[in-house]
């Protein structure tokens, strides 16, 4: 493996002994080689939107002889979409590195679980997200787990938005609660087209996607599931993501409830 690095360092012990320490640093080679690639890939996010962005102010300002108020109208259009790819990228660059700053800070709060699901799915179907309905089950009693309230929302928002983005035109999302053994279970299945075994096991990658193309367009940034799989290990959670391709999705999240446990 081209990657291993290794050191050596012998120390004399006593007269007939040596200590000899190895010390790998493979790993830290590695880290540092996903963070500057992690760097050009949010650069290169960000230069493309940008990059239509000037070109469009350019032939704006080139264009200050035309009065046509259609095309300056669909020229804005088209500039604020950019602007708003922008934004959703700059948040959840933001969202990500604040996830990564406590990732070793336990939550503190004690939340209602059944209560977080049901709002951040009203606020999910108040957005407006085009593809199918949302179909909740959810417990009758509180369900309550420590847990940072805004961080679980926003891994709602993430994953339900996805079964919304990637599922079924008019298909129908479920989205579940249980409790389950000292746990909660959060379930969230699709009828989409599905992902390919290939793909499953690197979609929590930053930035990685199965089509780019198709990610886009619905205002996707490649970051969301990656944000999803750090807020659930800073829960000491488990999430798993299960696909069939041509039937469906489907997500499922395991929170510890118990605080000691942790
Ligand atoms: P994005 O912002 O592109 O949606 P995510 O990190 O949320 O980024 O997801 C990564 C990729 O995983 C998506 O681009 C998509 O290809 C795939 N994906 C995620 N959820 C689903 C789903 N429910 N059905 C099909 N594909 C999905």
Known sequence: DPERRWEMEVRPLGQSRRLVRLIDHSQAAAAERMRTDFVANASHELRTPLATLMGFIETLEE??????????????????????????????????????????????????????????????????????????????????????SSQISQLIHNIVGNALKYGREGGEVKVTLQADDGSALLLVEDEGEGISRDHLPRLTERFYRVDAGRSRAVGGTGLGLAIVKHIVERHRGRLDIASTPGIGTRVSVVLPRDAEIL
């Open 63 to 148: 264009a200050n002889g035309t009065n046509d108020a259609a095309i300056r109208m669909r020229f804005l259009g088209i500039m604020g979409g950019e602007a708003r790819r922008m934004q959703r990228l700059i948040d959840d660059l933001m969202s990500l590195s604040r996830i990564e700053a406590d990732r070793y800070v336990r939550p503190r709060e004690s939340i209602d679980l059944a209560s977080t699901v049901r709002v951040a799915c009203a606020e999910i179907e108040a957005g407006g997200i085009a593809g199918g309905r949302l179909r909740l089950t959810l417990p009758d009693s509180p369900l309550l787990a420590r847990a940072d």
